[in-house]
Structure formats: structure tokens, C-alpha cells
């Protein structure tokens, strides 16, 4: 049943001797039940008055010394068949996990060959039991050889009895014995020396039960084929074309500064007050800083790259508080050799199979995958859950874009998924740096306040013809005047005394803060305080 099982779950691992072998052995251990049976009845019709009476009442069979020696004989040669189906049972799942290791490139080596070599040693033990049990067998029949007809009583007319050609015999158990072995000579030898032959061939015996009973070397050249293809396949779509990123990264850094990533640099734009100053000369707008993260540098990030932080469950666990109605919608898989349930939350939403996903908690070799952008390492290590982080090229038009996935070995169910997620975005957002207060980037700095109340000193003092409108300080190395006043606004005098002469207007500072602010300018800033006086 076991062998029939493993031969329905993946029947790509035995060969067609595989199935052969089966069969011979079932056909042989219907022959020694058979064989055992005709043997019990014979005797009890010809022996039956020499019965035994017991103590309950019933009464025991006596056969012949050569009919026992025949019994032992038969039951040694079925449990050699036994130990033969245990043999090719291990078989299988040798070459099943070899299998595994080749088409789990994620999993770490170490992992593979760790598991490789258990099923293997496992194997070896079972080899060595087999051949010993073949070995014991091929004694037993020596002693309980029957000749072409046997006697079993002194009176041959009324006793004699043909053995059967087809009845079990050594000879049919050595395809399954080493040749080696099957060569020794087990009168003169004892069990000692037939332990020490056996364990001396028991892995050349392995190597070629798996060349025998499975496909595994099919199964290599045809995934060697595959990875041929790939390989031609990438070639062709690789091909160099051109492409322009400045739209990419126009796009990119916004999203990453409103996620909360911590990126303060700003991106250049093109400004209506650069061609208003080309237009207008009445005007000459000088900005001040507004905050003093304008010249700071990007924070140390707590991971090596952006890709890994988990953005995805950041937002989603942040939409979630803002709306408790709303689903996390997390991604995640549920895989074995060869079925796979796609989850979103708890639901499936794609699957290969017919069978319920509680299959894959039943097999043998089965794993969770669940993006990097949804839990974090330091979550699963929390967990103890042994995991391997890997890189998956996903398609994307006629490029693949890498991500970053992990792989749990053992299924998982939506609460444990849940769970993760939850730990995960505790841990991100104590990593995050607090964000600024808002206050302190509207208000200007103190400096800038303390120059205006300067300047408003100083021109309170001094009166000047006014100086013709120079350009902004950003499109010109000129410096700036000591004294600005604001532009002459155009109106008609009453008297020639008022329209030759005008009253300076003073700038006061909540006038400066409105002029300034919407430039938002800091190199102007700085050449404006440069040039007014320390004094006064």
C-alpha cells in the first residue's frame, strides 16, 4: 500500500523495472501462500490421527521434520520479499528528494544535502537488511531441499508427492541480491562474515537501485533541457533597446518620501516665478528658509535596501486603523511538489489542484511563501520558523522585476500569516524616524528674524533716492543693495514736490515673512543677510 501510495502521488519516479519488480513479487508471494497452504492440508489429511489433544480441548497439528524445514524456508523467503518492497519504497523516496533539491533552488545546500543524505542512510540499512535476509533464505533452502519427489513415510507407495516447478526458491531472489553477494559461499561462512561483505557493497548497491527502480536520471536530462531553454529564452528577450528613466525617476521619489521611507532631498521643479522675473521688473521676491531639512542628508536606512522594507504591510495595516472595516488583502502561498494554493487573506484565489488546501499540511514536504514587502526576517526569527530568502523574477511586459520573497519551510495557516504581518509592522515603524513638526517649518528661523528687525532699524534712519530694480540674485553676481524698498507704485501728484520726491516704505518683518515665504529660496536668503550691516 506505502508503494502504491508514493507511485500515485508522482508517478515520474519509478521506472518500468520499477513496476515489474512489483509485480514479481506479488506473484511470488502468492505462490509461497499458495505453497503453505496446500502444505498445512496435505498433512492434516494424511496425518490426522496423529493429532495431539491439548488442554483446552483442541488439538495441535504434528508435521514432519522436512515439512517444518519446508515452513521455515517458505517464511524466510517471504520476508526476503518484504524486505525487497522496503528497499524499493526507500528507493523512491531517495530519488523524490534528490528531485525536491533540484527543483527548490532556494532552499539552502546545506538544507538539500542534509536531507539527501538521511533518506540515503536510510536506504543503505535497508539494502543491508535485504541482503542478509536473502542470504539466511538461500541457507534455509539447503537444509529443506526437496528432491524431485520426497518421502514422507517409510512407506514411499503411500506417501510420495511432487513438488511443484514453479514453487519459490532461491534462484528467483537473486535479481534482487548483489552480485557480488549472491557469489559467497554460505556453507563455510556464518553471518559475520556475510555482515561485513554486505555493508562493503551496500552504497554501489544504492547507486544502481536508483538507476534501476526510478527515472532520477530522466528526470536530471530533462531538467537540464529546461534550464537549456530558459537560458535561450532570456538571451532573446534581452535584447539592448533603448529607454528613457527620467519619468521613472520623477516618479519614484515622491512615492518613496510619501510612504514614509525618510527621504528629505527635494526634486528640482520649474517654477512660474522664473519667467515672471524675466517679465515683470517691478517686483524682486527674496525667499528665506523654511526649514533647516532642506540641507540635510538622507538618514541611514536600518536595512540594506529599500525594496526590502515592508511598505506594503505598513500601508495596509495603516488604511486598516483608519478604517477597520477594511481587509489587509495579504498575499501569500501555500505550495508542495506539485500543488499550490494562492491565497489573498483567507481565501484562495488560485490553485492547480482539486484537493483542499489541508493536503499540504499532510505531506511530506510542503513550504509557505510570502513576500518580503509584507513580513520581515526579524519577524520570523521571532518565530523560530526555518526560512530561506530568495529573489524571484517576476514578468513584467518584456523585463522581469526581481523581489524578494521567503520561503517558510512548513505550511502555515492565515492567522500565523496574520500574525507575521502584525509583528512585522511593529518592528518597521519603531525603525522610522519621528516626522517633523509642522510648526517649525512655516515659522522662518530666528536668524532671518533678527535681520529683518535690523534692517527695519537701519532704514528707519536713512533716507536715499531710490536705486532702479535690480535683478533677482539668482541670475545675477551682482550684490545686492544695502537698503530695498518696495517698488513705486504708479499713481498722479497732486504737486510737483510729491511726485519728485517719495517716502521710503519700511519693510516690516511680518512684510518680509509674506514676500519671502512663497519663494522659498535659502541661496537668496543667504546673499541678502551677507549684505546688510552687522551694526545698527
Known amino acids: 500500500k506505502e508503494v502504491g501510495t508514493i507511485i500515485k502521488e508522482d508517478d515520474r519516479l519509478p521506472s518500468a523495472e520499477a513496476f515489474e519488480t512489483i509485480e514479481d513479487v506479488l506473484d511470488q508471494s502468492a505462490a509461497i501462500l499458495d505453497e503453505i497452504k496446500s502444505l498445512v492440508s496435505v498433512q492434516n489429511g494424511e496425518y490426522g490421527n496423529g493429532r495431539t489433544e491439548q488442554r483446552n480441548g483442541g488439538s495441535a497439528l504434528v508435521l514432519p521434520p522436512q515439512s517444518v524445514a519446508r515452513l521455515h524456508y517458505l517464511t524466510a523467503h517471504l520476508d526476503s520479499l518484504r524486505a525487497t518492497l522496503s528497499v524499493m519504497l526507500q528507493t523512491l523516496y531517495t530519488a523524490q528528494s534528490i528531485m525536491w533539491a533540484e527543483v527548490r533552488p532556494y532552499v539552502s545546500p546545506r538544507q538539500c544535502a542534509t536531507a539527501v543524505a538521511n533518506e540515503k542512510q536510510q536506504l543503505e540499512t535497508l539494502i543491508i537488511d535485504q541482503q542478509m535476509s536473502i542470504l539466511l533464505a538461500s541457507k534455509l533452502y539447503e537444509?529443506?531441499?526437496?528432491?524431485?519427489?520426497?518421502l514422507m513415510e517409510d512407506d514411499s507407495s503411500q506417501s510420495l508427492s511432487r513438488i511443484d516447478e514453479s514453487s519459490p526458491e532461491p534462484?528467483?531472489?537473486?535479481?534482487?541480491?548483489?552480485?557480488?553477494?549472491?557469489?559467497?559461499?554460505?556453507?563455510?561462512?556464518g553471518e559475520e562474515h556475510w555482515l561485513a561483505s554486505v555493508c562493503g557493497i551496500s552504497k554501489s548497491q544504492l547507486d544502481r537501485l536508483l538507476e534501476r527502480w526510478t527515472r532520477l536520471r530522466q528526470f536530471e536530462e530533462d531538467l537540464l533541457e529546461d534550464k537549456r531553454k530558459i537560458q535561450a529564452q532570456k538571451r532573446e528577450t534581452q535584447q539592448p533597446f533603448v529607454e528613457s528613466d527620467s519619468e521613472d525617476d520623477i516618479e519614484v521619489l515622491p512615492k518613496l518620501a510619501s510612504n514614509g521611507v525618510g527621504i528629505n532631498t527635494t526634486i528640482p521643479q520649474r517654477t512660474d516665478t522664473v519667467a515672471s522675473l524675466s517679465t515683470e521688473s517691478t517686483s524682486l521676491p527674496i525667499p528665506i528658509p523654511t526649514s533647516t531639512q532642506d540641507f540635510a542628508s538622507m538618514p541611514a536606512s536600518p536595512r540594506s535596501s529599500i525594496s526590502t522594507l515592508p511598505v506594503e504591510a505598513a500601508a495596509a495595516a495603516e488604511a486598516k486603523d483608519k478604517d477597520d472595516e477594511l481587509d489587509l488583502e495579504i498575499p501569500w502561498t501555500l505550495r508542495t511538489r506539485r500543488h499550490y494554493w494562492k491565497y489573498i487573506d483567507g481565501k484562495v484565489q488560485e490553485t492547480n489542484t482539486d484537493m483542499p488546501p489541508s493536503e499540504a499540511f499532510r505531506h511530506r514536504h510542503s513550504w509557505t511563501e510570502v513576500q518580503a514587502s509584507w513580513v520581515c526576517a526579524e519577524a520570523l526569527q521571532e518565530t523560530s520558523h526555518p526560512f530561506t530568502r530568495v529573489r524571484k523574477d517576476i514578468p513584467d511586459g518584456r523585463r522581469t522585476r526581481p523581489e524578494t520573497w521567503f520561503c517558510i519551510d512548513r505550511p502555515l495557516t492565515f492567522d500565523e500569516i496574520q500574525r507575521l504581518v502584525d509583528r512585522t509592522v511593529d518592528l518597521y515603524r519603531k525603525t522610522q524616524p519621528p516626522s517633523p513638526h509642522r510648526g517649525s517649518v512655516a515659522r522662518p528661523s530666528t536668524a532671518a528674524l533678527r535681520a529683518a528687525h535690523r534692517f527695519r532699524t537701519q532704514t528707519a534712519t536713512r533716507t536715499a533716492r531710490r536705486s532702479p530694480p535690480r535683478r533677482n540674485p539668482l541670475h545675477s553676481s551682482a550684490p545686492l543693495p544695502r537698503t530695498t524698498f518696495l517698488p513705486r507704485r504708479p499713481s498722479t501728484a497732486r504737486c510737483p514736490s510729491q511726485a519728485t520726491r517719495r517716502r521710503p516704505t519700511l519693510l516690516t518683518p511680518a512684510l518680509l515673512t509674506s514676500w519671502l515665504l512663497p519663494s522659498n529660496n535659502p541661496l537668496a536668503v543667504c546673499a541678502f543677510l551677507a549684505e546688510t550691516p552687522a551694526s545698527g
Open 143 to 150: 537444509h529443506a531441499r526437496p528432491d524431485a519427489r520426497f
Open 171 to 189: 534462484s528467483k531472489l537473486v535479481k534482487y541480491q548483489d552480485r557480488f553477494i549472491a557469489s559467497l559461499n554460505i556453507e563455510t561462512s
